[in-house]
């Protein structure tokens, strides 16, 4: 369905190379497998594992959210998937303005897409609880290209949502009608959480040197969820302490994710929490950071709240923790009561802006 939760009792990322397990016909073609998300040929064939199912978008309301794909970078071939509230599109109501959430996948930087049923259903929900107007967007994966490619993309993707902020500027009717730029919110879970914390940071920085309002990359909140963040130390006693699993998340940042990190797990990018880390440029008003205690990146999420709340930034932190649960539970589990307290918080975080 997705790829394994990245629990404190479930982590298996070691790599496995060619090794004598494997048939003599498959030792000659495999040049690595870095479980459970892809296996890489010597000819640089690539094959995901997991995460590769998709459904296509549907205009049919029967799920009262419609949704349809416009490509945003014609350059590599990338789309976004849209959501609406089918009652906002039969109703043509050109001055019925929605808050505006720009949903960033998970998948360690590897797998899965907007179009992956997990995230195809759980936006729809998202949708049609919120009342919004949801652009959930699709990037280039490692290994094929690598960190930073997927933070490029996700920036050109927010810069083309915005060339629709006057009204009438962009290529899709839906954001130009319904599009309320003044509530616009940033959310991503696993890597998308640690894209979403570093596009903030980008929008913040490039705010300064925009002299018109209307250029302004205005994002009201961030919702970083179950984050991928991390570093070669613990951060604190509780953290992940196991050498063996915090090699084997080592291996997937920096064999297939970011080969090009000259700091490995402290590459910034990763190690959101390092000791040189600013957060005072956050260009955002509020952050909504969610973590779950057998996850493997739940100390990272804690420390990444008490971060924002030490630093300059201004803004308000809400963290949310469930204690019992690992990583993306929410999206595994979507019909729990749990699942559905998040998802009720969640809404919530959008639909007060």
Not at 6 to 15: A, F
Not at 86 to 113: C, F, N, Q, R, T
Not at 153 to 174: C, E, K, L, M, Y
Request: net charge negative.
């Amino acid at each position: 369905m997705r790829h394994t939760p990245l629990d404190k009792d479930q982590l298996q990322l070691q790599p496995h190379f060619s090794s004598s397990h494997l048939s003599s016909s498959m030792e000659s073609e495999i040049a690595a497998e870095f479980l459970p998300f892809v296996r890489i040929y010597k000819d640089g064939r690539v094959e995901r594992l997991i995460g590769i199912d998709i459904i296509p978008s549907s205009l049919d309301p029967s799920n009262d959210v419609v949704s349809k794909d416009v490509i945003y970078s014609p350059e590599h071939n990338l789309s976004v998937r849209l959501f609406l509230p089918h009652k906002v599109l039969v109703s043509g109501g050109v001055d019925k303005k929605l808050p505006l959430l720009i949903y960033i996948h998970g998948g360690a930087w590897i797998i899965e897409s907007p179009f992956s049923p997990i995230y195809h259903n759980y936006l729809a929900s998202v949708t049609k609880s919120a009342n919004c107007l949801a652009v959930s967007v699709q990037y280039r994966r490692a290994p094929e290209d690598p960190v930073p490619s997927m933070y490029e993309d996700v920036w050109s993707a927010i810069q083309w949502t915005f060339s629709h902020a006057n009204g009438s500027g962009g290529p899709v009717d839906w954001i130009n009608k319904h599009a309320d730029f003044d509530r616009v919110f940033l959310a991503g879970d696993s890597a998308g959480g640690n894209i979403s914390h570093h596009m903030a940071m980008k929008a913040g920085e490039e705010n300064k040197n925009k002299k018109k309002k209307v250029d302004l990359i205005k994002i009201k909140g961030i919702a970083v969820v179950h984050p991928a963040f991390w570093g070669t130390d613990p951060v604190d006693e509780f953290d992940m302490q196991d050498k063996e699993m915090r090699s084997g998340i080592a291996v997937v940042w920096e064999k297939v994710a970011s080969p090009n990190s000259v700091n490995g797990t402290d590459d910034p990018l990763f190690n959101v929490n390092g000791s040189g880390s600013d957060f005072s440029g956050l260009g955002c008003e509020k952050v909504l950071v969610a973590v779950a205690g057998k996850d493997v990146f739940w100390r990272q999420g804690l420390a990444y709240a008490r971060n924002l709340d030490k630093c300059e930034w201004g803004g308000t932190v809400e963290v949310v923790e469930e204690k019992d649960e690992g990583h993306v539970f929410h999206l595994e589990k979507p019909d729990t009561d749990k699942a559905l307290k998040f998802l009720n918080k969640f809404v919530d975080f959008i639909a007060t802006g």
